[in-house]
Structure formats: C-alpha cells, structure tokens
C-alpha cells in the first residue's frame, strides 16, 4: 500500500510542469535607452531617454522568454535644451501625440543559457515595425550593494527613422536617417 501512494506521488510530481521562468523589473535608474546618429556627416550626436518601465521574463534552461518595454518620449534628453523641445515636436516624436514609445519581443535567442538576441516589435509614432536587438554582456547575479538577484546586458540596433515616419532634416542629414539604438538593461527578479 505504502508503494502504492508512493507511486501515485511521484506520478502526480512528474505531471505537474515544472516551470524555470523568472520575472524581472527593468530599473528605470540603469536602464536608459540612448541613440547615436549622425549630424550633416560631421559627427554623431547623442541623446537618451530617461523614464521608462518594464519586464523581462527568462527561461534559460528552455531558452524562452519575453520583453515588454514602454518609453515615456517626453523623457527625451539631447543635452540641449532648444533641441530637446524640437525633438519632442511634430516634426520628430510628436511627444503629445504619441506619448509612449513600446517594444514587445516576439523571440529571444540563447546561446546555451545566455541571451543573445531579442527580435521584437517597435512601435513609435503608431507604426510598428520589426527590430532585432543584439544582446552582449548578458550575465545575471546578485547585486553587490543591495543582495537582490538581477540580471543585465547591452542591446544595440541599427534602425531608419524614415521607417516610422520621421522624415524631417533627411534631406540634409540633419540629422541622418540611420539611428543606432544603444539600451543598457539592468533588472531586479521579482
């Protein structure tokens, strides 16, 4: 008889999923998409985004997982005050109309439990459209300073501005249409 419920439990043990996926809050503090592009062929200029919120949900030994990201676009910083109200105007990220920039994964790509690539959905000034994040860095631990488990990388892309509609200055390069996407991820397990 005690064979029998032995049997029965372990039975019942192996039949329930077991599931690896860990959830993270991205840290607004250490998490500031930045873009570089170029000025009129003379230099690359820089800005960043400082608000936005997140989660990233990991399954390394499966190789699954999900982004989900939203951008405040009003948090937009070029470091000069009379570019960022232009930046935040019709003719760039038309902030009052579109307040929010998102990024959703569709598939992430693992080297053995390492995150290498993220290829998801950009949504900006209400289009969407496909990016592929290429992921460096990935390495997860517990935090030195508060002992909390987290995880981080450095996703970068290359995008076309013009591809979302923002075709202002193109003609001279002012600024140019190719825009390097720069996001360092640091998040918290929940």
Same mark, same amino acid.
């Given at each position: 008889m005690r064979v029998c419920t032995l049997v029965a439990g372990l039975a019942?043990?192996?039949a329930v999923p077991a599931t690896a996926s860990d959830s993270y809050v !991205?840290?607004?503090v250490h998490s500031q998409p930045a873009f570089e592009v170029r000025h009129i062929g003379y230099s690359s200029q820089r800005g960043n985004f400082g608000k936005l919120t997140g989660k990233v949900t990991l399954d390394r030994a499966?190789?699954?997982g999900t982004v989900d990201i939203a951008?405040?676009?009003s948090s937009i910083r070029t470091f000069d005050a009379r570019l960022d109200n232009t930046v935040k105007g019709e003719n760039f990220f038309n902030v009052e109309k579109y307040p929010t920039i998102t990024f959703?994964?569709?598939s992430?790509?693992?080297d053995n439990d390492r995150l290498i690539g993220v290829d998801g959905e950009l949504t900006m000034l209400g289009v969407t459209r496909p990016v592929s994040l290429k992921v460096e860095n990935f390495n997860c631990g517990e935090n030195p300073f508060n002992k909390r488990p987290?995880?981080?990388a450095d996703a970068t892309a290359i995008i076309k501005r013009s591809e979302w509609g923002m075709k202002a200055g193109l003609a001279a390069g002012a600024p140019a249409d190719e825009v390097?996407? !720069?996001i360092p991820i640091e998040a918290y397990k929940e």
């Open positions: 019942a043990f192996v !991205l840290d607004s499966a190789r699954k951008i405040d676009a959703k994964s569709s992430l790509t693992f987290m995880c981080g390097k996407l !720069l």
